[in-house]
């Protein structure tokens, strides 16, 4: 299942340069509007606006623009009606993807994911087609750079207390994957051990992964990328090893 060390290394990279831009507060307060519609304003009873909170501190997003997320999603007050909608599509070689985006105008999502994937050789299917070959897991991502002191047999222990089912090294440290009902109990266990977390997450995971070439990877990076930096879209999750 490891083997996404690469596009989360440039996600990484992605986001610090995008931190520059107004547009990451943006995609960042809409996942805070959605998670709030869909699970409630409180984040202790909502993973998803939890998630959402968390990954817009480390953003340094302002508190005064989570607030007031938290309001719009609440319906307290105006503003455009943001939807999340997936989206499934093909890469190179065999590759898949699921494509989730939030949007105000999903015909205008759906046409620049569409107009992107068949720039890159790609296309766009219809719901179902790609999903099957995922499941729903836990996912939490741990570097060894970001954990120094910690020996790599020091952290997978550390893992396997807390209670993952599957730890995966990489070649900057560990994947480790859990059943998403658990995902909270294990991510509050894991930090009490006081590792840090580079990514923590409920996701969709391949169940059949498929190993690419170079060449096919550095293309499937580079749709993966273009598509990243598309307005309406949240997060991209393939069954390939990049």
Do not use: C
């Amino acid at each position: 299942m490891s083997g996404h060390s690469k596009w989360s290394q440039i996600k990484r990279q992605k986001g610090a340069a995008d931190q520059k831009r107004s547009g990451v507060f943006t995609k960042l307060s809409n996942a805070i509007v959605v998670a709030v519609r869909e699970g409630g304003k409180n984040p202790d009873m909502n993973v998803r606006l939890r998630l959402a909170i968390d990954k817009a501190r480390e953003a340094n997003m302002p508190n005064d623009n989570v607030e007031r997320a938290i309001k719009r999603g609440a319906g307290e007050l105006g503003g455009a009606m943001i939807e999340s909608v997936t989206y499934e599509g093909f890469g190179p070689a065999g590759s898949t993807l699921i494509i989730e985006a939030l949007t105000d105008n999903k015909n205008r999502a759906a046409s620049e994911i569409r107009s992107t994937l068949a720039k890159h050789g790609g296309r766009l299917g219809t719901p179902n087609t790609v999903r099957w070959q995922f499941e729903t897991r836990g996912y939490f991502e741990i570097l060894g750079s970001e954990n120094i002191g910690r020996s790599p047999e020091d952290i997978e222990l550390a893992l396997i207390e807390a209670g993952t089912d599957d730890i995966e090294p990489t070649d900057l440290g560990f994947e480790a994957f859990v059943n998403h009902h658990n995902f909270t109990t294990v991510r509050d266990a894991i930090t009490s051990s006081g590792i840090k977390l580079s990514t923590a997450e409920i996701r969709p995971i391949p169940t059949t992964p498929v190993v690419l070439s170079e060449a096919d990877q550095a293309k499937l990076l580079s749709l993966m990328g273009e598509l990243d930096d598309l307005s309406d879209i949240d997060a991209i999750y393939t069954n390939a090893n990049v």
